[in-house]
């Protein structure tokens, strides 16, 4: 079918023309920023009002080309599976690395047992806690 007056032909030679050209010719595509672990994000926006693509192509070159299977930060993830519209500032990953920082050092205090002033007396036979203020 065509749009808005445009034969098929006419679109389809078009898109053949565009696909022949090397992919750092087309303009349409932006880098949209860079993580700390040097992956380089980019988005392709639909070229014209007749392009069956509504949403914009994204996708992520590592610094390494054997890296990339390994875990990108959420933010970024988010952005290239069209959960956010914008690209995450560095701020925002800062703030999130920050408070991801937190819960580690929160989560190792915790599972120390070095650290835990209250030690548990323990019945040998049953394993169940034995407190001094219930006993008889």
């Given at each position: 079918?065509?749009?808005?007056?445009?034969?098929?032909?006419s679109?389809?030679?078009?898109r053949?023309?565009?696909?022949?050209?090397?992919?750092?010719?087309?303009t349409?595509?932006?880098h949209?920023?860079?993580?700390?672990l040097?992956n380089?994000?980019?988005?392709?926006?639909p070229?014209?009002?007749?392009?069956?693509r509504?949403?914009?192509r994204?996708?992520?070159?590592?610094p390494?080309e054997?890296l990339w299977?390994?875990?990108?930060?959420?933010?970024?993830?988010?952005?290239?599976?069209?959960?956010?519209?914008?690209?995450p500032t560095?701020?925002e990953?800062e703030?999130?690395r920050?408070?991801?920082?937190k819960?580690?050092?929160?989560?190792?205090?915790i599972?120390?047992p070095?650290?835990?002033t209250?030690?548990?007396?323990?019945h040998?036979?049953?394993?169940?806690?034995?407190?001094?203020?219930?006993?008889?």
């Open positions: 079918m065509s749009y808005r007056g445009r034969s098929s032909l679109v389809i030679f078009e053949f023309i565009d696909s022949l050209k090397p992919k750092h010719i087309k349409n595509t932006k949209m920023g860079t993580d700390y040097g380089n994000y980019y988005e392709c926006l070229k014209k009002l007749y392009d069956s509504q949403q914009p994204r996708w992520f070159k590592p390494n054997d299977d390994r875990q990108l930060p959420p933010e970024w993830n988010a952005w290239l599976r069209m959960m956010r519209k914008i690209p560095i701020e990953i703030y999130n920050m408070i991801e920082n819960k580690q050092q929160f989560s190792q205090s599972a120390d070095n650290t835990q209250n030690k548990q007396k323990v040998p036979v049953s394993g169940f806690p034995i407190y001094d203020e219930y006993k008889h």
